[in-house]
């Protein structure tokens, strides 16, 4: 297993590690807890404000899928490899920031299908009140 530094962790929360640097943290990271629990603690640092770059990258969340793209993950219309990435920012990384976003989203999503159930329902039930009843019933 690669060895990862905490220096290389702080690099990769930054945005600043090249694909192959970036690809090795996040292999590291699947395959450890520890390096997860490091991962956490170095963010929940940034978030107290303990990092002179950590203002910045609340601001920015760099690493962060946006808004749109949470979205796009929920209805997983991502190509595979992004919803992949979302999925392990989410729930390797454990992103706070974005878990709390998804909820919204998801709660968002939610609430319109179950009006529009509803709705189906209702028309469904008038209808089957006014139409006669078995087949044939088409003017
Ligand atoms: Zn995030």
Redesign the pocket.
Same mark, same amino acid.
């Given at each position: 297993m690669p060895n990862i530094t905490r220096h290389q962790l702080d690099s990769y929360l930054d945005d600043a590690l090249n694909d192959p640097e970036t690809a090795l943290v996040e292999q590291a990271l699947r395959q450890s807890e520890g390096l997860r629990r490091q991962l956490r603690v170095a963010m929940q640092e940034r978030d107290r404000g303990e990092h002179s770059i950590g203002a910045i990258w609340r601001r920015s969340?760099l690493? %962060?899928?946006n808004r749109e793209q949470l979205g796009s993950y929920l209805l997983s219309v991502l190509e595979s490899d992004h919803q992949d990435y979302i999925d392990f920012? @989410?729930y390797t990384?454990g %992103?706070?920031? %974005? @878990?709390a976003?998804l909820a919204d989203l998801r709660s968002l999503q939610a609430e319109p299908a179950s009006q529009v159930r509803q709705r189906r329902r209702r028309f469904f039930e008038s209808s089957a009140g006014l139409l006669p009843a078995g087949p044939g019933g088409k003017k």
């Open positions: 969340r690493t %962060c899928p920012h @989410l990384v %992103c706070s920031y %974005c @878990l976003n």
